[in-house]
């Protein structure tokens, strides 16, 4: 699988060169693994399923570089058929893959379907509140250097529960696999308050 994690020794330039303005922002960078807390029963994540041929499926829920077959990064699957009702997988140069709603079971090394997974196309998701970080009264008042350096830091250090970051509203925006509200109070006291916004990728099941 191909990694989309930007290399090490650039990351660590970039955030040397940051270290001065995020000095500011609740301190320096601390990189380190973020902590990577369990669901306590079954959640749902929405993603590419990606099987090529002679692996084993995986649920992809951070980047994925289009192609045929895609090419992500995701969590094993166990208990995975590709016949759920009205599948929508495509098969195509040793690889057979598509965009699920997938249920189950999270247990740190293999994601455990519980439930038939439902096509991305036929999915109807109950429609999520605004973030914290997104309305006008909650615009953050760090710089744009400062969250340039803490992303990078998070990319570098994060761990694997780490998918991806962006900047939204003044804030940085991380999704990890799985929060439980463990995470944001890792970043907070890392980063400061109200500084850091986490998505949880993986949503407990209704």
Known sequence: MTSFRPAAAAIALVVAVALTGCASVGGAPASGPLPE???GGEVRG???VLQLEGERPELCLG???ESAPPQ???L???GWTWAPPDDLSTSMSGGTWGSYAVTGTWGGEVFTVTRDAVPL???DPIAAEPGWWQSPESAGTAGEGDLDAISADLAAGAGDAYLGSTLENGHVVVTVRYDDGTVQAAVDERYGDG???VVSALVDAE
């Open 37 to 39: 807390p369990l669901p």
């Open 195 to 197: 500084v850091v916004a």
């Open 63 to 65: 980047p994925v570089a």
């Open 76 to 78: 094993p699957l166990e």
């Open 46 to 48: 929405i993603g590419t």
């Open 121 to 123: 196309a036929l999915f």
């Open 72 to 74: 992500c990064d995701g």
